[in-house]
């Protein structure tokens, strides 16, 4: 039986970010700004905020900002309140605690490609303890965490749970699409596998799994198990979603549907839109862009009266 706490997580964040080049050649797509934070800031911030202990980054060569984002930095604090500027001291100096509090540590990624092997990395002495995983090209703005969500979720069934929202039928051939065997109220749905970018005639339900999964310790042995074979027969690539259809073949898996809005942030377009939503709900700049979107829509000049 699972234990029924959850204090680690992993984030992949090994991949390329090619859907954005040429803007992630030389900065990793983890770091582009939302608003006035890193992207991989807003879900470490998540994980803290929903108690999570034991973070742990997977990442690849050319990541290294994402350490020194994170890393304490004694000597620009000085400098900056030597200067007076109190309040970026304070803003360096709880980028650093907030990686002190998340016991954030970083592993390099080997093994076969896809999303499931920087999971495979991170679960090593994990014993029987369940674990998040949350992409860090996600921003989610929710009330409650949407990993404190998955959590409660966990805590309820003892089982795998993967984050679920409601789509268009037109988006369906963007997302996983679980089918659901059971709605249980409160958004939590027992589901019996995912179907990859189905067409929207074959979509199994009306939800797509988006960026979020508790992962559980038959979870991670599939992905030994289709990490196995990869070797044996080096084609294709070892897919998270593969661990837990093989595993809900047989064994109980839920969805929880996310209360909150969700910011993609992983092709231009989304980012885009998260960058742009970010800044409308500034108190600052919100009413500065407003006004830049009526005045352009009018054909006047920005900033004319």
Known sequence: MTSSMIRRAVIPAAGLGSRLLPLTKATPKEMLPV???????????????????????????????????????????????????????????????????????????????????????????????????????DVFVAEVPRAQQLIRAYEATRCPVLAVMPMAPEDSQRYGVPVV?????????????????????????????????????????????????????????????DAVNAYAATRAVYGQVIQGRWYDTGNPADYLVAQFASALAHPEYGPLLRRLARDLDDGSAPGSA
């Open 181 to 241: 065997k059971e709605d249980l109220d409160d958004g939590l749905l027992r589901i019996t596998g995912l179907v990859e970018k189905p067409k929207p005639v074959d979509a199994p339900s009306a939800f797509a799994a988006i960026g979020g999964y508790v992962v559980t310790p038959g979870i991670i042995d599939e992905l030994r198990e289709q990490t196995r074979r990869w070797y044996e027969h080096r084609t294709g690539e070892v897919y998270l979603t």
């Open 35 to 137: 608003g006035d934070k890193p992207v991989i800031e807003h879900t470490v911030r998540e994980l803290v905020a929903s108690g999570i202990t034991d973070i742990t980054i997977v990442v690849s060569g050319g990541k290294s900002l994402i350490q020194d984002h994170f890393r304490p930095n004694p000597a620009l604090v000085e400098q900056l309140r030597a200067d007076g500027k109190t309040a970026y001291a304070d803003a360096v100096e709880e980028v650093a605690e907030l990686a002190r509090q998340g016991h954030i540590t970083y592993l390099d990624q080997h093994g076969p490609y896809g999303n499931g092997t920087p999971v495979l990395n991170a679960a090593r002495n994990l014993g029987d303890e369940p674990m998040l995983v949350l992409w860090p090209d």
